[in-house]
């Protein structure tokens, strides 16, 4: 429900509006893991969330308006513009070289491999998204878009792209501890996507340098927070190595046999304490 959600979001308001504000389901799950599985919450992870929140209220201030195109045809007019298609090129270059040269060398080395091949062709997806989005509000609206070819392209690069990123990211996160994968991906994700949708879609068109500079500097609060929030989260205690005998005391205390007296079994006729 929150990725349909998130999906209609994109048709009604621009990606550098909606991106970003994503950060906020980071906020809602630390949240619910403090109430629900004591998972404490510490002081900078809190100055993180706060982080977060007036990020959002700064973009969210400071928003362009959206300009919904017509039908399909304009979506792919803006689509086929040089500066994107100079994006475009770029973004498959960079993701080729990611995939053929890099992986095979620093894949299990170097987060950036896994995470720079999701966060490109994420960016790619979203502008897809968005495109299949509008196509389907004006469908609704009575003015089909089903027989427009550039429909199913778009259709075709989101799947495409959607199975990309699910590879890459789980092979990021069977290699990579999860607290580290999540906020770069974050960062990077919103980064190239808010990239790709202003040179697409022109969300800063119209707007004065002024509330640009806002929304840049509420995108750098949110991502701050993001990565304080992360970065700050309580580990979870390794396990106990095997054939040790461990317990808790009180709920927060962990001792192990050379720190408390135990008695010690040897026959079924025979105790003794050490």
């Not at 790619?124 to 389907?136: E, R, Y």
């Not at 991906?185 to 190239?192: A, D, E, I, L, R």
């Not at 119209?206 to 500079?213: F, H, L, W």
Request: proline share 5%.
């Amino acid at each position: 429900m929150g990725e349909i959600a998130n999906f209609v979001a994109y048709i009604y308001a621009p990606a550098v509006l909606v991106t970003p504000l994503g950060a906020l389901s980071i906020i809602v799950s630390a949240c619910l893991a403090h109430f629900l599985l004591n998972e404490r919450i510490q002081k900078m992870g809190i100055v993180g969330c706060v982080s977060c929140i007036v990020g959002s209220v700064v973009i969210v201030i400071h928003a362009p308006q959206e300009h919904t195109p017509s039908s399909v045809q304009d979506i792919w007019t803006l689509a086929t513009q040089p500066a994107f298609l100079v994006y475009v090129v770029a973004t498959l270059s960079a993701v080729l070289a990611l995939v053929l040269h890099f992986e095979p060398h620093y894949g299990q080395t170097n987060i950036l491999v896994y995470l720079g091949i999701c966060s490109l062709m994420g960016s790619l997806t979203v502008v897809s998204i968005k495109a299949i989005g509008i196509a389907i509000k004006l469908t609704l609206d009575g003015m089909s878009q089903i027989a427009y070819p550039q429909t199913w392209f778009f259709l075709t690069v989101a799947v495409i792209c959607v199975i990309t990123q699910l590879i890459y990211l789980n092979k990021a996160l069977d290699t990579f501890n999860a607290t580290l994968v999540s906020p770069v991906y974050y960062v990077m994700f919103t980064t190239f996507t808010i990239i790709a949708s202003v040179i697409m879609f022109k969300d800063w068109s119209g707007q004065n340098a002024g509330s640009i500079a806002s929304e840049i500097c509420g995108l750098i609060t949110v991502l701050s927070g993001t990565i304080i929030l992360h970065v700050t989260r309580e580990q979870e205690p390794p396990p106990p190595p095997v054939g040790t005998v461990t317990w808790f005391i009180n709920g927060d205390s962990l001792k192990s046999p050379e720190e408390e007296h135990l008695i010690t079994h040897h026959r079924l006729d025979e105790y003794y304490e050490p």
